[in-house]
């Protein structure tokens, strides 16, 4: 079954029904929303998009609505669909009563397309419009996300996915499904979204999370299934400070089969119990639902520590898989499969050593970055062609998942050797109170590139840089100012 968000009971059963609301670029949709035609240029199609920030009702639950700030008038914002080479053209407005920007996270496109104010473009202001026009050159799950106010902004729905995919990536499984995991808060007196600096500083510091979680945009929705026919599940962590920790209730043994993550397909699949998302990361999995005609499969969150205080983190139920009340399916599936990935070669690679901290200063808490405050935090200075080792040392008591915008890089274990099975990342997880590595190398996309904490409070409060790539570069960078507060 190859269609978009899935928002209510799917079939399942490996028919194709019909495409649901939401998704964009893989079949005509009305001038209105989407326009697909062939170009007769070097890439293969080009794709438009209309997609407008505004307030919209939606209904997150059965009865239940909340005003929340939406793409195109729905949570999540569209599913749009390519084909790698493809060219997007999106022509965005803004309705939305503050400023904003559309970031499409993980993707190496031109930095004047990467929606960060001061850096690639000006902000869209309420009534103004933005064209972007970009080759999408890699295959995989992205997503697309505010730059101005982001937590604010991202928390209160501005979020979508964008699914490139490879016609050819030989993984032959015709069910799949795409998953936005996202999570928001609502005042359970008035039903109003709840105020953007709930719990203070405090709250900073943690990462505020929702009290409602969500999958594509609603709660606790169910998909049917076949037993026995496997899924291909394509998820993002969309969530401003949630992790997801996905657990089958049902299912014994290793169930997911995890074949990719954020720069598309891995080295070789892996076989896995759980499978934890933190915000900003994707997941390409293969799932195989098994039970009992007519039985149910409870797929869950369990509570993830990721620092101090994730004790309180309840149990998040998400949704539910209904197997049809027929005899399982015997199908074969195919775990040989393999992504030629090579090593970046560390030889000459400039180090680079980032240490975050947590302070308290003049009745305020702060993230820090090497003990410098937000506001006199210096870009990262590199060069089309260079080689970066980065080392973070996090010295705080939580976890920050680090995204690095416009640029893949690749993990490295304590031994300065690539993890395996080897894999391209833009966001990766931090644990609290230890160290991580990862090694990058720049192409010629010069330009002002964004590096953050993507539970998005506490890039707010301070962890948030710029990698300046440049031929020629400053003696001396400057410090950041991007307009991210309340």
């Known amino acids: 079954m190859r269609h978009g968000y899935l928002q209510v009971a799917g079939t399942g059963t490996g028919g194709r029904p019909p495409r649901p609301r939401g998704s964009v670029g893989a079949a005509p949709l009305s001038p209105l929303i989407c326009l697909f035609f062939f170009a007769s240029t070097a890439f293969a199609n080009t794709v438009e998009v209309k997609l407008e920030a505004k307030i919209a009702k939606v209904e997150y639950a059965p009865g239940q609505e909340v005003e929340a700030w939406t793409y195109n008038g729905d949570l999540p914002g569209p599913l749009i669909r390519v084909k790698v080479g493809d060219r997007l053209v999106v022509h965005f407005t803004n309705n ?22 001061g850096h690639s473009q000006p902000e869209v202001q ?83 999370e929702g009290n409602h979680v969500l999958v594509n945009g609603r709660e606790r929705t169910t998909i049917k299934a076949r037993a026995g026919v496997p899924q291909r599940w394509r998820i993002v962590n969309a969530a401003k400070s949630k992790y997801f920790q996905l657990d089958l209730v049902e299912m014994t043994g290793d169930p997911f089969i995890v074949i990719g993550g954020d720069g598309g397909l891995q080295e070789y699949p892996v076989k896995q119990q759980t499978v934890v998302i933190a915000p900003g990361e994707r997941v390409d999995a293969i799932v195989t639902p098994n ?66 901290t947590l302070v308290q200063a003049d009745r305020t808490i702060e993230y820090r970055i090497n003990d410098v405050p937000a506001a006199r935090v210096k870009s990262i200075l590199a060069t089309p062609g260079e080689t970066q080792i980065w080392t973070i040392t996090n010295q705080t008591k939580w976890s920050h998942p680090i995204h690095l915008h416009g640029f893949f890089f690749q993990v490295l274990d304590k031994n300065g050797e690539p993890v395996r099975p080897l894999a391209w ?56 100012h991007v307009k991210h507060t309340h």
Not at 97 to 115: A, E, S, Y
Not at 451 to 473: K, N
Request: aromatic letters at 10%; hydrophobic letters at 40%; a negative charge.
């Open 96 to 117: 939305l009563p503050k400023p904003t920007t559309v970031h499409w996270h993980g993707l190496r496109i031109p930095i004047q397309m990467d929606g960060v104010p």
């Open 126 to 208: 309420p009534g103004g419009s933005f064209t972007y026009d970009f080759v999408v050159p890699d295959a995989g799950l992205f997503w697309y996300h505010p730059h101005v106010m982001s937590a604010t902004q991202v928390g209160y729905g501005l979020y979508g996915a964008l699914l490139v995919e490879d016609p050819n990536d030989g993984i032959g499984v015709e069910d799949e499904h795409v998953f936005v995991l996202s999570d928001i808060g609502i005042n359970d007196d008035n039903g109003q979204l709840e105020s953007p600096d709930a719990g203070g500083q405090l709250g900073m510091a943690f990462g505020r």
């Open 291 to 356: 039970g009992a005609p007519g039985s149910e499969i409870h797929v869950r969150s369990l509570p993830f520590n990721r620092g101090y205080g994730s004790d309180y983190i309840p149990i998040a139920e998400l949704f539910t898989i209904a197997l049809a009340d027929s005899p399982p399916a015997v199908a074969s599936l195919d775990l040989s499969l393999s992504r030629s990935i090579k090593p970046i070669d560390p030889a000459g690679a400039t180090p680079v050593h980032m240490g975050f």
């Open 425 to 480: 990342k833009d966001t990766v997880d931090v644990p609290f109170e230890q160290t991580l590595s990862f090694v990058v190398k720049y192409d010629d996309r010069q330009g002002s590139w964004m590096f953050h904490c993507h539970v998005l409070d506490h890039a707010e409060g301070g962890l948030m840089t710029t990698v300046e790539l440049r031929a020629t570069p400053a003696p001396e960078s400057k410090p950041v």
